[in-house]
């Protein structure tokens, strides 16, 4: 039993979230299916998805490209890979006062997972 009293659920995320505030763009389409792009704030992340603030509504199960901006390097090609654009899917939202908290997953997970075994990798930079 838990603190409360209730039974404590089980944990279904293959993937621990990490609570960091990035700066994301967001693109997809809206549904009159006009593309849009909206600068958004990712409010926290796993190797599974990602929780993200933004002001539009984004359709359930909608496919997203996130785009992560980053400083650019001169040795960049001295530097690890590592994945600044990610596609998703709309799992849920959540409406706000001004804006609304949109639950992604992560098209290929950003490492293996220790259920699976299996590793993904790869860059994944394609548009919607």
Do not use: C, W
Request: proline share 7%; net charge positive.
């Amino acid at each position: 039993m838990g603190v409360n009293g209730k039974t404590p659920a089980v944990e279904r995320r293959r993937f621990p979230r990490l609570p960091l505030a990035i700066p994301v763009f967001v693109r997809s389409r809206a549904e009159s299916d006009k593309e849009f792009l909206e600068f958004a704030t990712a409010l926290n992340v796993s190797a599974g998805g990602m929780l993200v603030a933004v002001r539009r509504s984004i359709p359930s199960s909608a496919q997203v490209l996130l785009e992560i901006p980053s400083a650019p390097l001169a040795a960049l090609a001295a530097l690890p890979h590592v994945a600044r654009s990610l596609r998703a899917k709309v799992l849920r939202m959540q409406h706000g006062e001004g804006y609304n908290l949109v639950g992604l997953k992560f098209s290929r997970p950003l490492v293996k997972s220790s259920r699976s075994g299996t590793s993904y990798g790869g860059k994944v930079a394609s548009s919607v």
